[in-house]
């Protein structure tokens, strides 16, 4: 056994499994509390206000998960009968149990990607239905930024949008993880980061953000729109159950991520950067070269029957990751080099590499 599995794992699930930090746990013990129902919670209200002005909308709506805000964003661009283009891959079609239909009876319209995430401008142009008693309204365009660790490029989606735009269509942006979108579209760029996230923003008419991933808070997201938008959605939000009380003692930790967290995401994908390099070069390993936070690496030849093998032996050295045959390892606030650099040792040594 290593002598280190009896310490904290170097968890590279998911950037969601990050503990708040001792700073966030001050300012959520810190916060001034009401009950949000009535509108009361400050720490709520100043949430909202604050990622609203950040991305540029009038509007927005605290709440529990990205699931839920992706749900108040289609019942409340669509109505029953209506529906959605979408990726394949995408969050809001693929892993959320289908709720858009199951809840709001809203169809989705999925269509494929291309390499790089996209969805093709011609596809969705064909899937978008003639006004005519046989179809589904087609009411919504719904983009991923990031999909899968990829950045969207942003010339695509000015033009994906332009063309929702054209045919009448509302814009939706899941950007779970816009932060690490806006911070690799601003490092390559020599740009800022939030300037960058309002500007992929500007490009819809709604965008969810959640906290719990890369920016660190324990639970929790927001959906951005008009103040029109957004007071349908708040009606949404309370019939899906997710209108909360004192709800400010986790607003207050989205905010401090949002304050403090942001700037720090370029140190997340400059570890799966390495981590990349760490791996580079072992038979029976296809590294994806990151984008962002997300590392994708594929087991081939001899390798690829064992994926599960390999989750166990890293879990004996003290390292977490998923996946099957396509192996996936976040990066986040709960990881440095060291954890990275024994990940990377741990991986080798099954490969004896
Ligand atoms: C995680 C995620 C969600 C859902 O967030 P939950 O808080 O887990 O419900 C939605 N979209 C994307 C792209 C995500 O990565």
Redesign the pocket.
Same mark, same amino acid.
């Given at each position: 056994m290593n002598a280190r599995s009896t310490e904290r794992p170097i968890d590279l699930r998911s950037d969601t499994v990050t503990q708040p930090t001792e700073a966030m746990r001050a300012a959520m013990l810190a916060a001034p509390l009401g009950d949000d129902v009535f509108a009361d919670d400050p720490s709520v209200n100043a949430l909202q206000q604050q990622i609203a002005e950040l991305l540029g909308f009038e509007a927005a709506l605290f709440v529990p998960?990205?699931?839920q805000s992706?749900l108040c964003a289609i019942l409340s661009h669509c109505q029953r009968g209506d529906e959605y283009i979408v990726g394949q891959q995408a969050? +809001?079609y693929r892993w959320e149990g289908g709720g858009a239909a199951v809840l709001g009876s809203v169809q989705p319209q999925p269509l494929d990607h291309q390499p790089d995430g996209t969805l093709a401008l011609e596809q969705i142009e064909a899937a978008i239905k003639p006004d005519d008693a046989h179809f589904a309204r087609t009411r919504l365009l719904a983009l991923?930024n990031t999909l899968g660790g990829k950045l969207l490029p942003f010339a695509y989606v000015e033009q994906a949008t332009q063309l929702a735009l054209s045919k009448g269509l509302a814009r939706h942006l899941?950007g779970?993880?816009l932060f690490n979108a806006a911070t690799a579209q601003a490092a390559a760029l020599g740009t800022e980061v939030r300037a960058e996230a309002r500007r992929i923003a500007a490009c819809f008419d709604s965008v969810s953000v +959640?906290f719990?991933?890369g920016l660190g808070a324990p639970v929790g997201?927001a959906l951005c729109g008009s103040r029109e938008f957004i007071a349908r959605a708040h009606r949404i939000r309370k019939m899906a159950g997710g209108g909360m009380r004192q709800s400010g003692l986790l607003a207050a930790a989205a905010s401090h991520a949002l304050t403090h967290h942001v700037d720090r995401l370029a140190d997340d994908h400059a570890l799966a950067r390495r981590l990349a390099d760490g791996l580079a070069g072992i038979d029976g390993l296809q590294v994806e070269p990151p984008q962002t936070n997300l590392l994708f690496v594929d087991l081939t030849g001899a390798a690829r029957p064992r994926s599960a093998e390999l989750l166990a032996h890293l879990k004996a050295h003290g390292v977490l990751a998923t996946g099957l045959y396509r192996l996936r390892f976040a990066t986040h606030l709960d990881v440095d080099a060291e954890g990275i650099d024994r990940a990377i040792g741990a991986i080798r040594g099954f490969f004896h590499a």
């Open positions: 998960t990205g699931t992706n969050h +809001c991923e899941d779970a993880r +959640c719990s991933k997201s």
